[in-house]
């Protein structure tokens, strides 16, 4: 699953999730801590959110975090465990490489710039 179907994915389960909650865009930028347009950014598919973002949207949701990145709108509604177990697990592998990737980037921006600094 390619990046873009996974935010689609994100941006329309945040928008489910917080109208079953019974919540405008507004009281959910309140209850989470975020702005209004950035809540209204992730739901229209702009701005992808962080590990932290989805911790704080599951929270003012009452939801769990991955449950915004499923492809099924209820995760307790899906039938099939070993399914919900393979998501999770490729999930997880796709989280592991993009952060190893950032943080790969964020050091080798740095040593550069250490680098070019000291000669």
């Known amino acids: 699953m390619d990046s873009f179907k996974l935010q689609q994915i994100f941006s329309n389960n945040l928008k489910n999730a917080r109208k079953r909650a019974s919540l405008s865009q507004m009281r959910l930028a309140e209850e989470a801590n975020l702005s209004v347009s950035y809540i209204c950014d992730l739901e229209s598919g702009r701005r992808w959110g962080t590990p932290e973002t989805f911790s704080k949207l599951a929270k003012a949701l009452k939801i769990n975090p991955y449950e915004l990145l499923l492809p099924t709108e209820d995760f307790s509604k899906a039938k099939d465990f070993c ?37």
């Open 83 to 119: 399914y919900q177990k393979d998501l999770l697990l490729k999930f997880n592998v796709f989280l592991r490489d993009n952060l190893n990737a950032t943080i790969n980037s964020a050091i080798t921006d740095s040593l550069k710039k250490f680098i070019n600094e000291e000669f």
